[in-house]
Structures are given as C-alpha cells and as structure tokens.
C-alpha cells in the first residue's frame, strides 16, 4: 500500500526556476529515495538519504529530510525543460527493508 | 552494457488469454521486482523475488503468477483471473543484501486488453 504522498501532484515552471516538491509519509523510516520517469519510461534513481541524515546533494538536486515532520523534500535548481518528468519518493514499508512503497508522484513541466 | 531489460515493449491481449510479459537483467542483482502502474499514478508492487526460486506476493498479487527458475529472469504473467490488467508493468532490480538498495528499472511493458 501507498504510505504517504507527494505535493504538489503537479508543479509548471519556466526554465531557470527552482522546483521544490514534497514527499510526507506515516511510518518510520530508515532511509528515503527519490526517483524521475521520463513520460513512457521505467524508473531512474536519483539520491537516496539516509534516517540520520538531514541533506544530500547530487548536482542540481538537494534533498532534505525532516524524520521530526516525517517529511522530505526535492530541490531541482537552475531547471532545464530536459527536467520535465515525474519526480517519486520511495521508502522501504515498515518491517522491510528492501521493498520500496512509492507515492503518487510530481508531474513537473518545465517550460522553456 | 550491464541493465535490466524487458519485452516486449507494447502487448496486446484478448480478454481471457494469459500473456507473460519477460524481465532480463545482467547485473547480477539478487532481487527482482514486478510493479504496475496506472496512469497519473505511482508504482504497486505485485510480486517480489529476493533469491532464486523464492518469490512473495505484494500488495496486488491476485491475477498474477511469477517464477524465478533463473537469477537472472523473473517473468510476470497475466492470468484471465485479472479483471483489469491494461496499464503499464515495470521491472526493477537491487542488489538485495543490505539494507540501503536502490531499485533498477527496466523501460517497461505497456498491456492492453482488446
């Protein structure tokens, strides 16, 4: 089952911006991953963070995590249309770890 | 070129056939997993395999049968007992062992029933 969702279901920006999404779920975790899938395609792992971790980057993405709020959020900075995607938080469901529960997902559109 | 891969690409199927839709990955991953998607939605995990002929049902098992004969193949079919089986079936792999796996994906397989 879905434990939890993203936010906003869908986010337009224009090339340049940043794009913030959110991820909330209900149960402890001990790590989250976010994903993107090009409209059609299968899944691409973007970053994982750990439960003690706060922040990770990778490139133009910055993660956050706030275990206190059980939430996380996606920063895309400086977007590119080639950004345009669904953007999934994953986390494993409680008394598993190497299953993944995915939310609903972002649709971003970046426009150039 | 190391990947998971899936075929075919688009299947098509009468109401009342099984199909078996093929998921290969050379990566040497302990886990497979078998997803649906629905449009605008997220991913529902229908079965799992974290070791050779040892597979678990997920959270939408009902319609479907899985075998993992192989390390490398885990092929999902579509049974007749799926009343609604057109959408989208993704493939994905990990590694298996610890406890911090990301998930590879294969492009996809899109169902349809006619």
């Known amino acids: 089952s879905q434990q939890g969702e993203e936010d906003p279901q869908a986010l337009s920006i224009q090339e340049g911006e940043n794009a913030t999404m959110n991820c909330s779920y209900k149960?402890?975790?001990?790590?989250l991953q976010w994903y993107r899938q090009n409209s059609g395609r299968g899944l691409v792992h973007l970053i994982l963070?750990?439960?003690?971790?706060r922040e990770k980057h990778s490139g133009r993405l910055r993660v956050t995590l706030d275990t206190s709020k059980k939430s996380s959020s996606l920063l895309i900075t400086a977007s590119r249309a080639a950004d345009t995607a669904s953007y999934f938080c994953?986390?494993?469901?409680?008394?598993?770890?190497?299953?993944?529960?995915f939310g609903s997902g972002t649709q971003l559109t970046v426009l150039p | 070129d190391g990947g998971i891969t899936q075929s075919p690409k688009y299947l098509f199927r009468k109401e009342g056939q099984n199909v078996t839709l093929s998921c290969e990955q050379n990566?040497?991953?302990?886990?497979m997993y078998w997803y649906r998607q629905d449009p605008g939605q997220g991913l529902r995990l229908i079965y799992y395999?974290?070791?050779?002929?040892?597979?678990q049902k997920g959270d939408i098992a009902e319609g479907y049968s899985v075998s993992r004969e192989k390390k490398e193949s885990f092929p999902l079919t579509v049974t007749s007992a799926q009343k609604n089986p057109t959408a989208f079936y993704l493939c994905?792999?990990?590694?298996?062992?610890?406890?911090?796996?990301?998930?590879?994906f294969g492009p996809g397989t899109r169902l349809t029933v006619l």
């Open positions: 149960t402890s975790i001990n790590n």
């Open positions: 994905a792999s990990s590694m298996g062992g610890a406890d911090y796996n990301e998930q590879f």
């Open positions: 990566l040497n991953h302990d886990a």
């Open positions: 994953a986390r494993p469901p409680s008394g598993s770890a190497r299953q993944l529960t």
């Open positions: 963070i750990r439960s003690n971790e």
């Open positions: 395999s974290q070791i050779v002929n040892d597979f």
